[in-house]
């Protein structure tokens, strides 16, 4: 009874479970589930409940400037001030803008503005890796037979995806559909145990091709199913052939007739909760390969919106990170401007199946630390004169409106049917990457609850006790 309940949602994976979070005193004490049927039911998995002493360590509470290698604490005046100068004196073809794996929506539609309005730019990116994506169409990206529909169907193919480290509630639901229906379930790759039985192919490219040219036995097994669901995770959208095989699988889907108003079934698996929300919002670049020129060293301003998984070697860069944790972004960047983590800000989220949903305040930010639609908004004020919303709701509000334009736009756009082009095949073995489960976002890594957990698994891999 001395804790205060706040209603939220998950932001360990992109199935976006409903949470409650318990808070004493400002700080996030605990986590439980809450029943949603149509997403977690009344589960939530290990992460999402024991992760959350993630928020109290590691936290950035005041701005910092890095002097001759040093981080010095500095007020926001100050910060602002600086990054206003360098900003001014950089050209805009040398700025750019990455958004994080764990942002809401307001930020990364503010942080958007930012660079569409303040700075005239279109350089901003919310992907970290290579990955294809497809964003003409919502149903591009989305999980399309829908959570709930996988207790429907009655096959599922995995391909370049291990849900039981990349959405662990989605890999219970499969679990839930095998024993109840006996769901037969078939994965390119081996992926050890995923707690059902399932039937693995040997890995190959080759073997995905001749299967959606229909000339393997599985062809006839998805043409024959009800509801086949055909599952492309992450590993496959980053392989060398992750163009073709996209538009390949859609190809055969449609040829028959396995995408309808029905039940569609083609699913993209998504692993991050601002995925999906990042590219309803259009922050994604397709024109240039913004991570490229990033490597090449192309840009000298770089504005990190709690984005700590790229992999570049700085060299004389100047970074701004924006985040809530002193992680891998904070690290190499040169200005750090503290902002809040999920639990202290109101903030929206859109699931990998689409639905939008949101995470409600249940404590504040520490020292000096703001809201982070806040400091993109206060610093567009200082180089403009003019704030881009005046509050919080004008940004909603705003926000709704371009996403419902998107929508429009989308639904009176043909479908572009693209054929899937042969030379861009490449005959490999689909490795399956999966981001290290216990540390793959900034406030996992900062839990010692979850390193335990990480050491714990290193002790079992090195006696050799684990299956």
């Given amino acids: 009874w001395e804790l205060k309940k706040t209603e939220s949602i998950d932001v360990m994976d992109a199935i976006g479970s409903n949470i409650r979070v318990d808070t004493y005193d400002w700080e996030v004490k605990r986590v439980l589930p809450i029943i949603n049927e149509d997403i977690n039911e009344e589960w939530i998995s290990d992460k999402t409940r024991y992760a959350c002493d993630g928020l109290l360590n590691q936290r950035l509470d005041a701005p910092f400037i890095k002097y001759n290698g040093k981080f010095e604490k500095a007020s926001w005046d100050e910060v602002y001030k600086i990054i206003k100068s360098k900003i001014e004196n950089t050209s805009k073809e040398k700025i750019c803008g990455f958004v994080g794996d764990i942002s809401n929506m ?52 995995l391909i370049g995806t291990n849900p039981r480290y990349e959405a662990t509630i989605l890999n219970a639901r499969i679990r839930k559909s095998y024993l109840n229906n006996n769901t037969k379930v078939i994965s390119l790759n081996d992926l050890g145990d995923l707690t059902f039985p399932y039937e693995s192919l040997d890995g190959q490219t080759q073997t995905l091709k001749n299967i959606f040219d229909g000339n393997h036995d599985l062809s006839k097994q998805i043409i024959g199913a009800d509801k086949p669901m055909i599952i492309l995770g992450e590993s496959l959208l980053n392989s060398n052939s992750s163009m073709y095989f996209f538009n390949k699988i859609r190809e055969f889907l449609i040829k028959n007739e396995k995408i309808n108003d029905d039940w569609n079934s083609f699913n993209i698996l998504s692993c991050d909760a601002a995925t999906v929300g990042n590219y309803d919002l259009g922050i994604i670049n397709e024109d240039i390969n913004l991570l490229e020129d990033l490597q090449k060293h192309k840009f000298d301003v770089v504005y990190l919106a709690g984005q700590d998984n790229l992999n570049f070697d700085k060299k004389d860069e100047f970074i701004i990170y924006q985040g809530s944790h002193g992680d891998k972004g904070a690290e190499i960047a040169d200005i750090i401007l503290p902002g809040s983590a999920y ?9 990998l199946e689409g639905k939008l949903q949101k995470a409600y305040k249940a404590s504040y930010p520490p020292g000096d630390a703001k809201e982070d639609w806040q400091i993109i908004n ?14 919080k709701d004008e940004l909603e509000s705003s926000m709704f409106n371009y996403l419902n334009l998107q929508k429009e736009k989308q639904s009176n756009t043909d479908d572009k049917n693209t054929k899937a082009d042969e030379s861009k095949f490449i005959n490999e073995t689909l490795k399956i990457t999966v981001k290290d489960y216990y540390f793959s976002n900034v406030i996992a890594r900062s839990s010692k609850t979850m390193v335990k957990c990480n050491n714990s698994k290193l002790n079992y891999k090195s006696t050799g006790t684990e299956g």
């Fill in 343 to 351: 639990t202290e800000q109101d903030g929206y989220f859109t699931n």
């Fill in 378 to 391: 206060e610093l567009a004020e200082l180089m403009n004169n003019r704030k881009l919303f005046n509050d």
């Fill in 106 to 157: 307001e930020t990364g539609y503010i942080f958007k503005e930012f660079f569409d309005r303040t700075l005239d730019s279109q350089n901003y990116e919310s992907r970290s890796d290579n990955r294809f994506s497809d964003t003409s169409k919502r149903e591009n990206y989305l999980f399309n037979s829908t959570i709930n529909g996988i207790e429907e169907s009655d096959l599922i193919f």
